[in-house]
């Protein structure tokens, strides 16, 4: 049969390409591909998450070793238990214990890909016909896509960027009906770099504790903090509503691309597993892939044995970016900072479109920097803030010097002349 005449079955799924239609990595390649091969200068990156590639971001020798160590042993070539090797949740239940007033269990860890999957299984578990789930604006846009994909109907609380970008609580009770089934945060923020404080966490759990609902707390950049709000778990209140815990090894070690991360059930009470939610859990572990095995096999090792010093080294790396960008900003009259970035790796800045000339919104901004000035910058539609800007600072602090120096000389250039 000549190849014209066949009338193939398969075809564009329109539902898929409808649910990944805003991610940060198709934006961004968006945005790369607008620069200007010409510029001898180099590119700067301000708008990953990913500082694995910068010398002074390299992760422990440690961690390295460690991974050898469990490669050479010949004990980790095999398929691995669904949940997790055991070795490796012992390992992760002590380490997150240490945080809690509670001890977890082994049987409370469940080994995923990366954080990402761990999003996945919680709200692939949560989806059921008619139910719907509180994000919050801005936000990380992999669960807008995931939940959409599942059919899980999202609504969106605003974080309040003139209380430090505090959970808008009220909003939270207002949203809020019989079909919703959780609420998420991330702490500290992705994309606000916000910290929150141990008595706005406690009145989380006892608004989540009112409507009945599931807490899902991503502490992916757990420990990324260096400001005057400590880091506290959400764990911490796991006895007055259940709380589900997603994180990785991915950001405080900076090996994104090794794929390890977990979901952990903080219940004290024994909440989820009354509700099938835990067997839920394991169900859906039984039909998907798991972190390579050999990974799983350095968990303890990696945890048990990394020094202070290495963690002390990146949060200070961090604060010095930090304080580099938030003064360099203020002498950028086109974007203002409402809150000072105390973890993670990133500071919200909102775009005041008034003092230009010629650029009509964030994506507009940042498409004319990348081609005027070769520095890549996330627009704020990409995380649910049309106008804002995210801006990574996990990046040698001289190539963000460079990079905050060009986005004043792009404002310049582009300021209403008055
Ligand atoms: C990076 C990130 C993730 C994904 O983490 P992986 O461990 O790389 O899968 C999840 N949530 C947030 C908020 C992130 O920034």
Redesign the pocket.
């Known amino acids: 049969m000549e190849n014209g005449s066949v009338r193939w079955a398969f075809g564009r799924n329109e539902e898929l390409m409808a649910s990944s239609a805003i991610s940060i990595r198709g934006i961004l390649t968006t945005i790369m591909s607008n620069l200007n091969q010409a510029d001898q200068r180099p590119t700067i990156p301000l708008g990953h998450?990913d500082p694995s590639a910068f010398p002074c971001f390299r992760t422990t020798q440690i961690a390295e070793d460690a991974v050898v160590d469990a490669l050479r042993s010949a004990n980790f070539n095999g398929y691995g238990p669904t949940v997790g090797v055991l070795p490796a949740r012992k390992a992760i239940a002590e380490y997150l214990s240490q945080d809690l007033p509670h001890q977890l269990s082994p049987d409370d860890i469940f080994l995923t890909i990366?954080?990402?999957?761990a999003?996945e299984v919680i709200l692939t578990v949560l989806a059921r016909p008619n139910a719907n789930i509180l994000f919050p604006r801005p936000g990380?846009p992999?669960y807008e896509a995931r939940a959409s994909y599942n059919h899980l109907e999202v609504r969106h609380f605003d974080l309040l960027p003139e209380k430090g970008w505090e959970v808008d609580l009220d909003a939270v009770e207002a949203l809020a009906d019989k079909n919703t089934v959780a609420m998420v945060i991330?702490n500290p923020g992705?994309p606000c770099g916000n910290v929150f404080t141990y008595q706005h966490l406690k009145k989380v759990a006892e608004t989540a504790r009112k409507l009945g609902i599931l807490v899902i707390t991503?502490e992916?950049?757990d420990h990324l903090t260096f400001g005057s709000n400590p880091f506290v778990p959400m764990g911490v209140f796991g006895s007055i509503a259940p709380v589900v815990t997603v994180g990785?090894i991915?950001?405080r070690w900076i090996v994104?691309g090794w794929?390890l991360?977990w979901l952990v059930t903080n219940d004290p009470n024994g909440v989820l597993q009354k509700y099938g939610i835990v067997d839920c859990i394991k169900g859906f572990l039984n039909i998907s892939s798991d972190p390579a095995t050999f990974i799983q096999g350095a968990v303890p090792q990696i945890l048990e044995k990394t020094q202070k010093d290495f963690f002390l080294k990146i949060v200070n790396i961090l604060r010095e970016a930090a304080d580099i960008c938030y003064d360099t900003i203020k002498e950028i009259p086109c974007i203002t900072c409402p809150s000072k970035p105390e973890g993670s790796m990133f500071v919200m800045v909102k775009l005041n479109l008034s003092t230009l000339e010629d650029i009509n919104d964030d994506l507009d901004f940042c498409v004319k920097l990348a081609k005027e000035e070769s520095v890549i910058i996330l627009p704020g539609v990409a995380v649910g803030l049309r106008n804002w800007l995210r801006i990574t600072f996990a990046i040698e602090p001289s190539s963000l010097k460079e990079g905050l120096g060009r986005i004043k000389a792009f404002y310049e250039r582009h300021a209403k002349k008055n």
């Open positions: 998450g990366g954080c990402t999957q999003i990380f992999f991330i992705n991503d992916v950049y990785s991915s950001k994104p794929r991360g």
